[in-house]
């Protein structure tokens, strides 16, 4: 049973900075890909970042693009999203997401992020 458990998110200031980790756990094989996705209020989900399960290639939604990244830790299947300069169009809950084969999607409860003054 694949698990993803996020964490980190909060309330921060614009101009602040947030780090969210996901656990992820119960499954084995090398050929997944994984990532963040973000959604709004009143707005649809939409992919933030993720790394490839082809060549661990990096891929950026625009609007984060010089300000977010992603980072992982496989010895602890772990993967982390450090956001700088965050600003309130980033406030969102923000789910962690793992595809596997290409095919079985699984993701996590979310955790609310809220860039406010």
């Known amino acids: 049973q694949v698990q993803l458990v996020e964490s980190g998110g909060g309330l921060v200031q614009p101009g602040g900075s947030l780090r969210l980790s996901c656990a992820a756990s119960g499954f084995t094989s090398e050929n997944y890909a994984i990532g963040w996705f973000r959604q709004a209020p009143g707005k649809e989900r939409e992919g933030v970042t993720c790394f490839s399960n082809t060549d661990d290639s990096i891929k950026y939604e625009d609007s984060v693009k010089g300000r977010f990244a992603i980072s992982r830790d496989k010895v602890k299947n772990m993967v982390y999203l450090q956001m700088n300069s965050l600003k309130p169009e980033d406030t969102a809950v923000y789910y962690c997401?793992?595809?596997?084969?290409?095919?079985?999607?699984?993701w996590g409860q979310g955790t609310q992020v809220t860039v406010s003054s």
């Open positions: 997401k793992l595809t596997a084969g290409g095919i079985y999607e699984y």
